[in-house]
Nanobody, 117 residues
Framework: QVQLVESGGGLVQAGGSLRLSCAAS????????MGWYRQAPGKQREMVAT???????NYADSVKGRFTIYRDNYKNTMYLQMNSLKPEDTAVYYC???????????WGQGTQITVSS
């Protein structure tokens, strides 16, 4: 089993920046895809950004040009750099990892991001 622990959430003013971290309890070399998802109150969970083991990234249209996802396999950690934050970015952000050869899908416990206007 793998534990994913998010950190870096908090309260920030619109236009500000935050960096989220997702630390895994073991090596992430075998994680085919890692990603960040978010869920705002009353809304469904949505994909924010994903990154494959080969470094291919994918972003939701709403965050393109503002957020950057990257992973450091040697530190067993994935990051989400968030710039130019908007009030509509307010949500609980979750870390996800998919490990296909085990048929496993892992989730963190979530971290709250609140952007004030």
């Amino acid at each position: 089993q793998v534990q994913l622990v998010e950190s870096g959430g908090g309260l920030v003013q619109a236009g500000g920046s935050l960096r989220l971290s997702c630390a895994a309890s073991r090596s992430i070399f075998t994680f085919d895809t890692m990603g960040w998802y978010r869920q705002a109150p009353g809304k469904q969970r949505e994909m924010v950004a994903t990154i494959t083991s080969g470094g291919t990234t994918n972003y939701a249209d709403s965050v393109k040009g503002r957020f950057t996802i990257y992973r450091d396999n040697y530190k067993n950690t994935m990051y989400l750099q968030m710039n130019s934050l908007k009030p509509e970015d307010t949500a609980v952000y979750y870390c996800n990892a998919v490990e296909r050869f085990r048929g496993s899908d892992y989730w963190g416990q979530g971290t709250q991001i609140t952007v004030s206007s």
